[in-house]
């Protein structure tokens, strides 16, 4: 266990770093720096932002900052993340079911009876020998197989065009496998392949974005969900 805050200080300080230098460095503002400073956390916007600025601060400090994001994680980050949702139970019927079950029994029965015996007729009076009958299946075809659609991966491309923005990406939802993490230079690209992506942005009117090869307008706000068909603000 270390403290977070002055460990940062410190590590600023040994640099003789100032706070609009490492804005330059980080494309995090100075405010957000201090935060992290001052152990701050509920300044910034959400527990990604306070991950991603940690790491990025940390390691423009020549520091290693999965440490930093563990110990985040250890000691102000419990219970932050999403709980799962629920099912909702249905009330079960307490009728008895066991003659409508008996139905559906019959019924069933009565339908392979026909079956078979449409199977045997065909067999028998379908003609010459080898010829085949229709609904049946051969004995040794091939079996088609459908490939996954395209249209149900995402392709998300973020190009920063206008200057640098911290970025984070990850696969399906926030607490999903994390794809990147990091600035975003003027003049980058990344590209990122799922079928469902979250979207991070700190300056996201330096970016522009591609989904599926269409030019998507961001909506307001900075964190975002983006599925083959649109991309959305994410809901707090």
């Known amino acids: 266990m270390f403290d977070i805050g002055s460990s940062l200080r410190e590590a600023r300080l040994r640099q003789d770093l100032d706070f609009p230098e490492l804005e330059e460095r980080t494309k995090i503002r100075p405010k957000y720096l201090r935060a992290l400073e001052d152990e701050r956390f509920d300044i910034l916007p959400a527990p990604t932002y306070v991950r991603g600025f940690l790491r ?61 015996a449409l199977v045997i007729a065909a067999w028998r009076f379908g003609g010459p020998e080898g010829e085949a009958v229709r609904g049946l299946a051969t004995q040794g075809s091939e079996r088609v197989t459908q490939k996954p659609s395209r249209a149900q991966q995402t392709r998300l491309v973020v190009h920063a065009v206008s200057g640098g923005s911290w970025m984070e990406v990850r696969e399906g939802s926030t607490a999903g496998e994390l794809l990147y993490s990091g600035t975003l230079e003027r003049g980058q690209r990344k590209t990122f392949e799922a079928s469902r992506l979250q979207l991070a942005l700190a300056e996201p009117q330096n970016v522009a974005v591609r989904v599926n090869g269409n030019r998507v307008a961001l909506p307001v706000g900075t964190t975002f969900v983006v599925t083959p068909s649109r991309i959305a603000r994410t809901t707090p």
């Open 56 to 116: 990025s601060y940390a390691e423009a400090l020549g520091l290693d900052g999965q440490p930093f994001v563990d110990e985040y994680n250890t000691r102000f980050a419990v219970g932050e993340e999403d709980a799962p949702l629920r099912s909702r139970r249905v009330p079960v019927q307490r009728r008895d079911r066991k003659p409508r079950e008996s139905r559906i029994a019959v019924v069933a029965l009565f339908a392979i009876a026909v079956a078979t």
